[in-house]
């Protein structure tokens, strides 16, 4: 459309923009600037879902059963460990809403907007169409906006587009049909102003923006399960088929054998019980919680909890380049002249660093004049400024022209403020060069200019060697650019000319002189290369996608060691975005953002799993890749900072968003966001995620059998006709205080010093393998052994005596979870190997449960509570002889197994 076409279309001066009482006017019919958020669950319905798990609602109809049965404080009991347990997980999850409702709340932007024909700053959400909007370097675009007045305008749209480098913008018609990275005539919300002034009328807002239209496509996603909710899930629905069937089983038996009805029913309310793992739904959300305050601590900040335990899963990291895998500051490494080629060291815009020509440290860069002439050029042809503060270095412009300043920096370049600027020539794409017009006091002007080796060469008629002129050789020249280029470097080309007047004009950039090379890199992070190493040491694979060129790719990736195909000459092969495009193009069809039929996801999935670099991948291509990696059955970890990258983050098992660079609809598309924006970070993530699912496995391990051996307590004495050796209401004591005081002390265990040498989980495998099966039912019958038979020792005793029994029987099964707790601190090795102070937790967890033993047996309210009664001292010993032999016989386990698994090992 011409500019006159959209005035008529917005309803607006181009030019003077809209009064403040029509803006109003739109405001309340189109509603405010910004996105509309994903709906999240009521109050009412989180509090609901709490209540709704197939193992709380058994207790609830346990509850409803005691209460019917006219046992009020059993009922009650059950009640309150129910209600508890909801608002545990409910505060847990508000938390959560909260924190992330705080951070959204602390994003408010302005724009500069021109209402009644005078410039005003507004909150960014009070924009409407037709309102006009002032563009200066370092704002963020507020809404999707038609250019009416530009000067040299450049745009960051990596956000939306994924393209590096910054889209130059003009006032051209274009056709409809041009695709959205090609529409140079138009700004769009969400994007950055890197250079360059403009004016445009606001076309839409909200969700009617490009950037709203992919956060529609995220807000319409489905979240997929991770690894640890199937587990829990599956778990549960065995526990829950077990518990039913059995109990449903020993409530016929009863019945058949003519048992009283009450009894009956207090029996298979106390195995439904017993059975069920009270504390399991409390310690998984404390130990996740845990888990997420000690990924915060290393940089980390997990927005959903079990996203804390699927990094442990992670089978593949597919990781972006700039500023994850590298520095995202780029720095001069090599400047190349005829007079030598000089090595640069440092990385970023710290300018400490040195520089060097054969070896040799350059002290004083005037001793080789042409070096010292093109540091020059490269700092003077430039409209860049490094602002310092707080140890923190703020770039006014282009990355790259930052990086020539810290390069004159470094070589300590001196008097370069005694130089100014009397003329430019902006960059832009069709001519390929940057020019200025500088002079010292009054000498003579000179032209300096940098831009590509082919819009250079072209224009230059000789070169510069140690401070005299020679003779072009283009060919020389042309090798360097090549070779430079096969390091994965950038390369500028410095060139210069003197001119006798104080104005700069396109006709004057000829005629020059050839001054150097400078080749840059965005540099790979210091603890990039250790953090892969970790990675693929513990059987994680690591991709590279990035919108960068192949051969940068493959040298970064070269240089962090990334392990993938390989090219014949040794260099890592990268698949580019058109070859997926081939891959994935069967002619078949196709929807939007990276939809793909079966056979191209098996062709893409095929070419990932051998390839570890993928360069100039489109925004789509990313999800395509994801897709294609999960078909084949791998748990995928994505980072990414754009909107376009929100919909692979949403589909990845765990989506990284980088917290510095981010973009908020990234961030809200993620699982965990990265503070630091550090790759090595995600690596100590996935530590910290395994840690937590070794402890969770732990607990699991140990709480288990508690349930297992009260279960076959209880059938012991249904098919023996004995009283009853625990009640409901002392089941849930046991379930309940053991979790509280010995459980929760396993959330703090270290972790153990090899878990980042084992292979990622496989996903289909259940929480306990066949052995830690195996141990949990070895346990159980020792438990309900030990029990069961002191119960019946003491109850033959005398009829009078069954509360004493039921205490006994009690205080058995909690001293040999004490006792337990301590052998399942590690699952494969002994404790005397793992230190038996190492975890204070366990020790202070084991005093506060027998501590609360003594008041569970002497003290008269729990008598009355939970129908208890005293017990001689005596008993203690037997309580303590009955751990001790369950511990021994799980170590004695554990180190039979270790010497089968090294016999084995050594046999192989």
């Given at each position: 459309m011409t500019l006159d076409a959209v005035s008529s279309a917005v309803g607006a001066d181009v030019e003077t923009g809209l009064t403040d009482v029509e803006a109003h006017a739109r405001l309340e019919r189109d509603g405010q600037n910004r996105m509309t958020r994903r709906r999240g669950k009521s109050v009412g319905r989180r509090l609901l879902d709490q209540f709704v798990q197939p193992?709380?609602?058994?207790?609830?109809?346990?509850?409803?059963?005691?209460?019917?049965?006219?046992?009020?404080?059993?009922?009650?009991?059950?009640?309150?460990?129910?209600?508890?347990?909801?608002?545990?997980?409910?505060?847990?999850e508000h938390r959560a809403e909260q924190a992330i409702a705080?951070?959204?709340?602390?994003?408010?932007?302005?724009?500069?907007?021109?209402?009644?024909?005078?410039r005003r700053r507004l909150a960014s959400e009070e924009l409407v169409v037709g309102d006009v909007v002032v563009l200066q370097p370092g704002d963020?675009?507020?809404?999707?906006?038609?250019?009416?007045?530009?000067?040299?305008?450049q745009v960051d749209e990596a956000a939306l587009t994924g393209e590096s480098v910054p889209a130059v913008k003009a006032l051209a018609e274009l056709p409809a049909s041009?695709?959205?990275?090609?529409?140079?005539?138009?700004?769009?919300?969400?994007?950055?102003?890197?250079?360059?002034?403009?004016?445009?009328?606001?076309?839409?807002?909200?969700?009617?923006?490009?950037?709203?239209?992919?956060?529609?496509?995220?807000?319409?996603?489905?979240?997929i399960a991770t690894p640890l909710t199937r587990r829990i899930a599956a778990l549960s629905k065995l526990l829950l088929w077990i518990i039913l069937g059995v109990s449903g089983a020993l409530f016929v038996f009863e019945t058949l054998r003519g048992a009283e009805l009450t009894r009956t029913f207090n029996a298979a309310v106390a195995l439904a019980v017993g059975a069920i793992p009270e504390g399991l739904p409390a310690a998984v959300t404390v130990l996740l919680a845990v888990g997420v305050s000690n990924m915060a601590k290393r940089r980390a900040l997990i927005r959903r909890l079990p996203a804390v335990e699927t990094l442990g899963s992670t089978t593949v990291i597919c990781s972006d380049k700039t500023g994850t895998l590298t520095e995202n500051q780029m720095t001069v490494t090599r400047l190349w002249t005829l007079s030598g080629d000089f090595e640069l060291s440092g990385a970023g815009y710290d300018p400490a660093g040195e520089v060097k020509l054969d070896g040799e440290l350059v002290t004083t860069p005037e001793s080789v004049p042409t070096f010292a002439r093109a540091l020059r050029c490269g700092a003077l042809c430039n409209d860049t400024q490094l602002v310092r503060s707080h140890g923190e270095v703020k770039v006014e412009g282009d990355p790259t022209e930052a990086a020539l300043l810290v390069a004159a920096e470094k070589a300590a370049l001196p008097e370069l403020d005694t130089w100014r600027r009397l003329d430019a020539i902006p960059f832009a794409s069709e001519q390929m060069y940057?020019?200025?017009?500088?002079?010292?006091?009054?000498?003579?002007?000179?032209?300096?200019?940098?831009?590509?080796?082919?819009?250079?060469?072209?224009?230059?008629?000789?070169?510069?060697?140690?401070g005299e002129r020679v003779p072009l050789d283009r060919e020389l020249i042309e090798a360097r650019v090549e070779a430079m280029g096969a390091l994965g470097l950038r390369v500028l080309c410095l060139a210069y000319r003197s001119l006798a007047r104080d104005r700069?004009?396109?006709?004057?950039?000829?005629?020059?002189?050839?001054?150097?090379?400078?080749?840059?890199?965005?540099?790979?992070?210091?603890?990039?290369?250790?953090?892969?190493?970790?990675?693929?040491?513990?059987?994680?694979?690591?991709?590279?996608?990035?919108?960068?060129?192949?051969?940068?790719?493959?040298?970064?990736?070269?240089q962090i060691g990334l392990q993938g195909e390989r090219t014949p000459s040794g260099a890592l092969r990268a698949v580019t975005g058109s070859e997926l495009a081939v891959l994935a193009g069967d002619g078949e069809p196709r929807g939007e953002f990276g939809a793909a039929t079966d056979r191209a996801l098996d062709r893409v999935g095929q070419t990932a799993e051998d390839v570890a670099v993928f360069a100039r991948v489109a925004p789509e291509q990313k999800l395509l890749l994801v897709r294609a990696l999960q078909r084949r059955g791998h748990v995928v970890a994505m980072t990414g900072d754009g909107v376009n990258d929100a919909p692979a983050l949403e589909q990845?098992?765990?989506?990284?968003?980088?917290?510095?660079?981010?973009?908020?609809?990234?961030?809200?598309?993620?699982?965990?966001?990265?503070?630091?924006?550090?790759?090595?970070?995600?690596?100590?993530?996935?530590?910290?995620?395994?840690?937590?699912?070794d402890n969770l496995v732990k607990f699991i391990t140990w709480t288990l059998p508690t349930n297992g051996g009260e279960g076959l307590v209880l059938l012991a004495a249904v098919v023996t006709g004995a009283a009853l050796p625990i009640l409901p209401v002392q089941i849930l004591w046991v379930n309940m205080a053991t979790a509280v005081f010995l459980g929760i002390s396993l959330v703090f265990e270290p972790k153990e010093p090899?878990?980042?040498?084992?292979?990622?989980?496989?996903?289909?495998?259940?929480?306990?393998?066949?052995?830690?099966?195996?141990?949990?039912?070895?346990?159980?019958?020792?438990?309900?052994?030990?029990?069961?038979?002191?119960?019946?020792?003491?109850?033959?005793?005398?009829?009078?005596?069954?509360?004493?029994a039921r205490t006994i029987a009690v205080n058995t099964i909690v001293v040999i979870e004490v006792a337990y707790l301590f052998a399942c601190r590690s699952l494969r090795v002994p404790l005397w190997r793992l230190g038996w102070f190492s975890n204070p937790w366990v020790w202070i967890g084991s005093g506060a449960m027998l501590l609360a033993q003594l008041l569970f047996t002497y003290a008269p309210f729990m008598n009355r509570l939970f129908h208890t009664a005293p017990i001689a001292l005596h008993w203690w010993l037997y309580f303590t002889a009955a751990g001790a032999l369950v511990f021994g016989v799980v170590e004695l386990k554990k180190l039979s197994g270790r010497r089968r698994a090294a016999t084995g090992a050594s046999a192989a």
């Open positions: 193992l709380i609602v058994i207790l609830i109809v346990a509850a409803g059963v005691s209460a019917a049965l006219g046992d009020a404080v059993d009922a009650l009991v059950i009640g309150a460990v129910v209600l508890i347990n909801g608002l545990i997980g409910f505060f847990q705080a951070l959204d709340a602390l994003v408010i932007t302005e724009a500069t907007v021109i209402r009644d024909g005078k963020s675009v507020p809404a999707d906006l038609r250019l009416s007045r530009l000067r040299d305008l041009v695709g959205v990275g090609d529409r140079s005539n138009m700004a769009f919300a969400g994007t950055a102003v890197t250079f360059g002034s403009a004016t445009g009328v606001v076309v839409a807002t909200g969700d009617r923006t490009e950037t709203g239209r992919i956060a529609r496509l995220i807000a319409s996603a489905t979240e940057m020019a200025t017009l500088n002079v010292r006091g009054d000498d003579t002007p000179f032209v300096f200019v940098k831009g590509s080796s082919e819009a250079l060469l072209a224009r230059c008629v000789d070169a510069e060697r140690r700069l004009a396109r006709e004057d950039v000829q005629a020059l002189t050839f001054l150097g090379l400078v080749g840059m890199i965005d540099p790979p992070r210091p603890a990039a290369a250790s953090a892969v190493a970790t990675c693929l040491g513990a059987g994680i694979r690591v991709k590279m996608i990035t919108g960068d060129h192949a051969v940068t790719a493959s040298a970064i990736a070269a990845a098992d765990i989506g990284v968003a980088m917290g510095k660079g981010g973009t908020d609809v990234a961030r809200g598309a993620s699982a965990m966001i990265l503070t630091d924006d550090d790759f090595a970070t995600i690596g100590a993530a996935v530590e910290e995620g395994r840690g937590v699912y090899n878990l980042m040498n084992r292979p990622p989980r496989d996903v289909n495998e259940p929480i306990l393998s066949r052995s830690l099966g195996l141990r949990t039912l070895l346990v159980s019958v020792l438990i309900a052994s030990a029990a069961f038979g002191l119960f019946e020792w003491v109850e033959r005793q005398g009829s009078d005596r069954l509360d004493e």
